[in-house]
């Protein structure tokens, strides 16, 4: 498993490449300007020539700021391969 340091300079460098993120199950939940997302999640990468999935549960919260919102805090759990996610 790659830490956020590697995959932040793999996206840089052009080493990492999502090709599909899949929001399977989700949660909003608005409070005035702030919005909570809490959902799970399937995700396709290319990582230096080899094709990897992934499944996880995440938490992101976005704040309204003027006109345009703003990812004020993503947290996110890699789930075992044998916890199937519901579509």
Wanted: aromatic share 8%; proline share 2%.
């Amino acid at each position: 498993m790659l830490n956020k340091e590697e995959v932040l300079r793999d996206l840089r460098e052009g080493g990492l490449a999502f090709t599909s993120i899949m929001l399977c199950i989700e949660d909003v939940r608005v409070f005035e300007t702030t919005a909570m997302v809490i959902g799970e999640s399937h995700a396709t990468a290319v990582r230096r020539g080899f094709t990897t999935s992934t499944k996880f549960r995440l938490v992101a919260v976005y704040e309204q700021v003027d006109s345009a919102l703003r990812l004020s805090y993503f947290q996110s759990t890699q789930l075992p391969d044998n916890i199937p996610i519901e579509s």
